[in-house]
């Protein structure tokens, strides 16, 4: 049985109105049938299996939390706790949106790598640690359920640019991996870096990058990065290549035959976003969401429970 149950984290570096996140947190659970649960709705957590492993993840820009409700569900079910979350605030610079969470002064050439690069993380692991230890305003049925020092980040297009950015024990102890979707970090010459820059992520931690063929969001940014030719524009590949250093045998590239940018994400919200900028899916998305799920799962109890990874056929690793 899968619950979930929603919570909130103020941001004191952000200015009102935006600065609140909204969170849900998705676990494995077991009724008891007692008066309170029928009466709130609160259901324990499954005690035989916790403390479960942590999943926070980073939602693409206007992209709602509710995409991915589907594979927060698939991974609880895995044993893990997922949480999503929803913020509105400046996605990119001068823009309001439902943001990935970035902290765009800390993407700057003068001042990435001197600390995280996102300024929702600590407000939701802090949250998190509120619901685990029952702070008084947290009103929490998950006391002693989240395991804390084993947080996975995982994210989709600039959340997943978020999740490998801040993987990173530097900034955040807890964390032992990280796994993107359509998510790269390419930098963009809006914030001040010279064409064709990759910016380096952590050499000690296990990545999964995963990305689709057929990305038509990636193809037509391009010139956010100043590419003249876009049939050529690979920053996911690059930024295997070239942003993650050492051959530690536990990260991974995997690239989907026929998946476009929202893959991924299920169903889509055409009203917001960049769907409009994608190519058509060339496989069964069902299918491929499903496999994904299997593996984002494996990966995850790899580097939190120590559960061999088997990596996807056609991924490559280093």
Not at 20 to 44: C, F, W
Not at 107 to 136: C, H, M
Not at 158 to 173: C, E, I, K, S, W
């Amino acid at each position: 049985m899968i619950r979930s149950l929603y919570s909130a984290a103020r941001v004191d570096s952000a200015s009102a109105p935006y600065d609140t996140i909204h969170l849900k947190v998705y676990y494995p659970a077991e009724l008891s049938g007692s008066q309170d649960e029928r009466m709130t709705g609160n259901v324990a957590p499954r005690k035989a299996s916790a403390p479960f492993p942590v999943l926070v993840f980073f939602n693409g820009i206007n992209l709602g939390p509710e995409a991915y409700h589907w594979l927060a569900v698939a991974l609880a079910e895995r044993g893990l706790a997922v949480v999503t979350f929803g913020w509105v605030g400046e996605t990119i610079p001068g823009v309001i949106g439902l943001t990935s969470g970035i902290d765009l002064d800390k993407v700057r050439p003068d001042t990435y790598g001197s600390g995280p690069s996102s300024q929702a993380l600590g407000p939701i692991l802090n949250a998190l640690n509120a619901l685990n230890e029952n702070a008084p305003w947290a009103r929490s049925p998950l006391v002693g359920a989240l395991d804390l020092n084993a947080v996975v980040l995982g994210g989709h297009s600039a959340g997943g640019t978020v999740a490998l950015q801040n993987a990173d024990r530097r900034y955040f102890p807890g964390v032992r991996g990280a796994f993107s979707y359509g998510g790269h970090t390419q930098a963009s010459l809006m914030l001040g870096f010279p064409a064709g820059t990759v910016l380096a992520v952590s050499d000690e931690m296990p990545l999964l990058l995963i990305g689709g063929t057929r990305d038509g969001v990636i193809a037509a940014s391009a010139a956010r990065y100043q590419q003249e030719n876009a049939a050529v524009h690979d920053p996911i590949t690059r930024t295997f290549d070239e942003a993650i250093g050492g051959a530690r045998g536990d990260r991974h590239l995997w690239m989907i035959a026929g998946a476009n940018h929202f893959t991924l994400a299920h169903p889509i919200d055409d009203t917001a976003g960049r769907g409009f900028l994608d190519l058509p899916a060339e496989l069964d998305e069902h299918v491929a969401r499903e496999h994904m799920a299997r593996v984002i799962g494996d990966f995850a109890l790899s580097v939190t429970r120590g559960v061999e990874f088997n990596p996807p056929e056609g991924a490559t690793t280093k």
